[in-house]
């Protein structure tokens, strides 16, 4: 089992970045898959981008090219960061760790972007 801590939400004007981060409190190396999820008022959580041990990213469709997942195993956290920001982008995101048989997250960080 790990710990998360997510930071770096907030509000932002549409077109603008921010940069999510991710601490967890063990080696995030071997782990399967650290991700990053959403969920808006309303709407069911859903996956925006993940990252694997191996280094393989993916994202959905609707923040290609405009958000991108790294992590930095020496300081256990993953990062998510977040450009040409849209009002549709405003949600809590979320810090998941996926490492069959546990599937941990964090508290979650709003991210609110004004059009």
């Known amino acids: 089992q790990v710990q998360l801590v997510e930071s770096g939400g907030g509000l932002v004007q549409a077109g603008g970045s921010l940069r999510l981060s991710c601490a967890a409190s063990r080696s995030i190396v071997s782990i399967n898959a650290m991700g990053w999820y959403r969920q808006a008022p309303g709407k069911q959580r859903e996956l925006v981008a993940r990252i694997f041990s191996d280094g393989i990213t993916n994202y959905v469709d609707s923040v290609k090219g405009r958000f991108t997942i790294s992590r930095d195993n020496a300081k256990n956290t993953v990062y998510l960061q977040m450009n040409s920001l849209k009002p549709e982008d405003t949600a809590v995101y979320y810090c998941?760790?996926?490492?069959?048989?546990?599937?941990?997250w964090g508290q979650g960080t709003q991210v609110t972007v004004s059009s």
């Open positions: 998941n760790a996926n490492d069959w048989p546990t599937n941990d």
